[in-house]
């Protein structure tokens, strides 16, 4: 070099090698021409020194940034920018983990600790490795006891000195963090090297590694096979396909490294331990995790291998899969020669019991063929009975007969334990929640030792079947606006509701389940009851329809239903429950229709299945309006097709009749659009106004219909004829709204006895305070009358006072007893004789209105039931008349005039009436209660789930088999 900074060959050679990477043997083997001046000695050294630092820096973009490996270790030569935004494929990683980190230096402090944000690209790397790369992605992909790391701590960077490691070794590295710091002068004396450079290392360190790997090859002498053992004189590619590239043995429970190669199990994580995360054959990185088993052919090919038994004195050939059990067989063993065998991995031999379900199944293999063997050749392949009948034998032999006999009865189909449905129906009939339920299941068996009761994942297993949504169906046609889909369980009452900005807003919650799908589930809860008619009947099992299957539909209000807990939004504290009662099927013959089911208690809470459930209140017109349209446009549909249900093996056609009788007054008027029960039109059956009843108390028919009420609507609406308000009234019949439910015209018996009760009661307040002689009388004392009746109530019926009048109270409030006790309050006698007379008269015709078929349980008051009605409308009219003149109540005038009409159609009134759905009031507060989550948006599902369940004649039956066996 001259003062000129002209480049000589030299140069031109240091720098054309620089740029091959090979710059740190020629910089040190470089000195300056003697024969330059001094002053160009000067300049030579400073661009020596920059030479250097290009040196330097060109061998530095060749390392980890991270870990300091080279990139040539990895043989597609990957490596990633340390800086800079993550690649695809980690930011899914990133993505699925929920994490918000989106650059590699966040990444890498975040794992590796380093902070690579201030480094200097003269000092640090600007890449890293495709090994670090593997690590953070597997350390968010993973858990963090998976994600194994080679070094302890990453590297150091430093800047170029005269001391620098990477310039100085031909594999160049950084310095570790709290690394001893190398003495200048003692470089070329200390060449340290890192510990996964394995081909550069010193010869201590390379003599230590040695020395482990000897260990490690005469420990697997013990318990691997040696290659000599092989039968066949296979090619020498051969044997090395079938040995461990570590021991050098045959493989013991082979596994594959990413690179494909094959290694013991032991001998791979052994090795991982002592040199580092790479695979010994050709140094890919290779960690624990990513150690997969062979494919099963080559496992195969593995154990056909012919062996030498290694025992003196046996001369047989055992293939390397039974080799083991043959060695099993050989009392003693001499020596090493023997081989002893020991569970994979050299672990000491467990007991059965302590081992993995995979593990018994290899150790049993031998022992399970000859069971099967066996079985196949005595016992016509029955392996279980053969298993348990050796079991029964063992446990007889020890003298342990308790065990030995549960097992007999388990074989006999008789075991100790319950059935899960068992179980089910004694948690829904008992009203346990999940963890009432399980703390009792551990305490049974934790206190008898055995499992009584079935764990609670094998109850909602149960459940499944029981529940909407599980049994395929079909029906013909599709049903219009309806989903084909047959798995539809628990759905929102409010999907499928179109909002917008201008529609009334709806606040509520609701659940239900789609209508086709809960009368599927319904039918199949009764398969049996269905096939038992069938047979009842002498009609074949064959016959496939069609079925016609009457169902009755009702609807009521369960009102104030506040809690003092749960979450969600504002809703009203007022519940709404659509129930349905299937209740008769009938198939059609040449004789009229025979009846092969009918529902023998038609008003029990048990066969009144929830529908739909929603906290509202039921005078809410809209809200009642969106939550149950899309349900009456599932009936609607379905009264025109057909289904097409498998039931006892053979696919049997259903058609429905739908019968919407279980609704009290207030809601039929609310459904139908008709004015409330205030109005001048008194009956919903039919057009007398309140005046006309109270003239003709009896003669009346039923005119109403749910087709002529959509008529009486439309010309409300549009009032064609141009009439005023009062003439529109009249010729309307009462509508105001339109009607959105169809209603069969008809008596709500609960409801009915209620009113009627409700209006005695009054008769009575009257009759003691002689009203009939002085009707201008003031509210104080008309109280004080009621109080009177109430204290003599609960003196001589104990009947406590009410507020508002219920089922039980009318019960007990209509009786003989009842009025003997109210005429010792009326003070004239033929006052008393004419209240007996109408307490009489009312007794004998309500059997005829309340029992499910009159015509079986009270055939003559049937037919005195006009007769009745005729004297009770006539002491009405005569010794009641300062109460009943121009006016009567609604349900008095259902009661005289109607009656026998609905009778005659229908067969009965009380069978259809609502006090089924009225019953389920009390289990809606209990289930509510005891088992649903303390959160408004799932308990009103949890509760349907649970009153469905608690409806189901399948699980019924097992709880009257256990009332029948108590109660003998």
Known sequence: YNSSQETSPESTAVSEDL????????????????????????????????????????????????????????????????????????????????????????????????????????????????????????????????????????????????????????????????????????????????????????????????????????????????????????PSDFVKSVSCQVCEHILSDPVQTPCKHLFCRICILKYIKLMGCYCPSCKYPCFPTDLTTPVKSYLSVLNT????????????????????????????????????????????????????????????????????????????????????????????????????DELEAIMEGRGAGLHPAVC?????????????????????????????????????????????????????????????????????????????????????????????????????????????GLKAQNLDDYISGPFTVVVKESCDGMGDVSEKHGSGPAVPEKAVRFSFTVMNINFPNNNGPVRIFEESKPNSELCCKPLCLMLADESDHETLTAILSPLIAEREAMKTAELLLEMGGILRNFRFVFRGTGYDEKLVREVEGLEASGSIFICT????????????????????????????YEMWRSNPHHESVDELRDRVKGVSAKPFIETLPSIDALHCDIGNAAEFYRIFQLEIGEFYKN?????????????????????????????????????????????????????????????????????????????????KECPELLCQYSFHSQRFAELLSTKFKYRYEGKITNYFHKTLAHVPEIIERDGSIGAWASEGNESGNKLFRRFRKMNARQSKFYELEDVLKHHWLYTSKYLQKFMNAHNNLKNQ
């Open 19 to 234: 740029s091959l990477g090979s710059a740190p043997q020629l910089l040190a083997n470089f000195k300056p021409q003697e024969s330059e001046k001094s002053n160009a000695v000067d300049s030579n050294e400073t661009d020596l020194k920059r030479l250097g630092d290009e040196a330097h820096v060109t061998a530095i973009q060749q390392l980890c940034r991270i870990c300091g490996a080279s990139f040539k270790m990895d043989q597609q030569n990957r490596s990633y920018p340390v800086h800079g935004p993550v690649d695809s494929e980690t930011q899914d990683v990133l993505r699925r983990r929920e994490r918000k980190v989106t650059s590699w230096p966040e990444l890498i402090l975040k794992v590796f600790k380093t902070d690579v944000r201030p480094d200097v690209d003269t000092i640090h790397p600007t890449r890293f490795c495709h090994n670090c790369w593997t690590i953070m992605n597997q350390k968010f992909s993973h858990n963090a006891s998976e994600v194994y790391f080679p070094h302890n701590q990453a590297v150091e960077w430093t800047p170029h000195s005269a001391a620098c490691n990477v310039c100085h070794s031909s594999k160049p590295w950084g310095k570790r963090k709290g690394a001893p710091q190398l003495n200048p002068n003692k470089v070329k004396k200390r060449k340290t090297r890192p510990e996964f450079v394995k081909k550069s290392k010193t010869p201590s360190i390379q003599w230590k590694s040695n020395k482990a790997l000897n260990q490690m090859k005469d420990s697997c002498k013990k318990i691997h096979l040696d290659t000599n053992l092989l039968v066949v004189d296979y």
């Open 685 to 712: 059956l039919c057009d007398a106004t309140r005046l006309e009843a109270s003239q003709n108390l009896v003669n009346h028919s039923i005119t109403r219909s749910h087709g002529e009420n959509l008529q009486r």
């Open 305 to 404: 291998l012919l062996l030498k038994c290694t025992v003196s004195g046996c001369d047989e050939e055992i293939s390397l899969g039974k080799y083991s059990h043959h060695i099993s067989k050989h009392k003693e063993t001499k020596g090493k020669e023997a081989y002893a065998h020991i569970n994979k991995g050299g672990r000491p031999r467990q007991h059965l019991l302590t081992l993995t379900r995979r593990a018994q199944k290899h150790r049993l293999r031998e022992l399970k063929m000859q069971v099967k063997a066996f079985a196949d050749k005595e016992e016509e392949g029955d392996v279980k009975s053969v298993c348990l009948t050796l079991f029964l034998l063992a446990l007889r032999a020890r003298n342990e007969h308790r065990q030995a």
């Open 424 to 532: 089910l129906a004694i948690r829904v009939n008992t009203f346990l929640s999940c963890s009432q339920y399980h703390k009792m299941y551990r305490t049974v068996k934790a206190t008898t030792g055995r499992q009584i009761f079935q764990p609670l994942h094998a109850l909602r297993n149960a459940e499944k079947a029981l529940l909407p949504g599980y049994h395929t169906f079909e029906w013909r046609p599709p049903l219009k606006s309806v989903s084909t889909r047959t798995d539809v369980g628990i759905i929102d009452g409010l999907s499928g509701l179109n909002r917008s900005v201008d529609e009334y807003p709806v606040d509520t919650i609701s659940k239900r389940f789609r209508y086709d799908v809960a009368l599927v589930s319904a039918l199949k809860d009764m398969e049996e009851d269905i096939l038992e």
């Open 775 to 855: 009707s201008s009388v003031t509210k104080e004392e008309k109280k004080r009358w009621q109080a009177t009746l109430d204290k003599h109530l609960r003196k001589r019926m104990n009947l406590k006072p009410i507020m508002r009048m219920n089922g039980n109270f009318a019960r007990k409030l209509m009786s003989k007893e009842t009025i003997e006790a109210v005429c010792e309050l009326v003070p004239c006698e033929e006052r008393q004789a004419a209240l007996i007379e109408l307490m009489d008269l009312y007794l004998k015709m309500k059997p005829v209105w309340r029992s499910s078929c009159p015509a």
